[in-house]
């Protein structure tokens, strides 16, 4: 049978942890107990995965709020650093989710500063990054498009000539 046609299944059984649920909620309700969590992380070694977090905290510390918090966050980020993990767990609380939105009035009278197209910025060069770079041999005066190129054509025409 081709595989490429096959439709497979797999089950997957979604995990009952109390503690987790009983961690989001009280990180809903509590922004201190975020803090006080990611303050437990303090000797922990950057950067870091979730698996590694959650097992550093096992062996650290046997607050089941705390262990069910850090399983809430997300599997494929590598944690930089404790300020990282205090992003990923903070959107379990609902006052800084509420802290980082756009008012109403925010978003009706926006306004947008759009730089001014007749100013010409100073900030990095007029060369276009797609310039050529000619090399030149201090021989002939023959121009190569790169320094491999110059080298090989210097070896090969000056070989035994005295040359460097």
Same mark, same amino acid.
């Given at each position: ?50 698996? !590694?977090? #959650? ?5 650290? /510390?046997?607050? %089941? =709020?705390? $262990? ?5 966050? *997300? ?11 205090? !992003?990923? #767990? ?5 006052? /800084?989710?509420? %802290? =980082?939105? $756009? ?5 009706? *009278? ?55």
């Amino acid at each position: 049978m081709d595989r490429s046609k096959k439709i497979e299944a797999v089950r997957h059984k979604a995990d009952n942890d109390e503690s987790l649920h009983n961690a989001v909620k009280k990180a809903s309700e509590d922004s201190n107990f975020i803090s006080q969590v990611v303050k437990q992380l303090d000797t922990l070694k950057s950067p870091a995965y979730k698996h !590694q977090i #959650l097992s550093f905290m096992q062996d650290k /510390s046997s607050d %089941e =709020n705390a $262990i069910g918090l850090l399983k809430s966050l *997300n599997d494929t980020v590598l944690f930089q650093d404790k300020y990282d993990v205090k !992003q990923g #767990l903070g959107q379990e609380n609902s006052e /800084s989710k509420q %802290e =980082n939105q $756009i008012s109403d009035e925010t978003r009706e *009278n926006l306004k947008v500063n759009h730089p001014d197209p007749t100013h010409r910025r100073k900030d990095y060069p007029e060369t276009p990054a797609t310039a050529m770079k000619n090399y030149n041999c201090n021989f002939c005066g023959m121009d190569f498009q790169s320094k491999d190129q110059l080298t090989k054509y210097q070896e090969f025409e000056f070989k035994g000539k005295g040359q460097q």
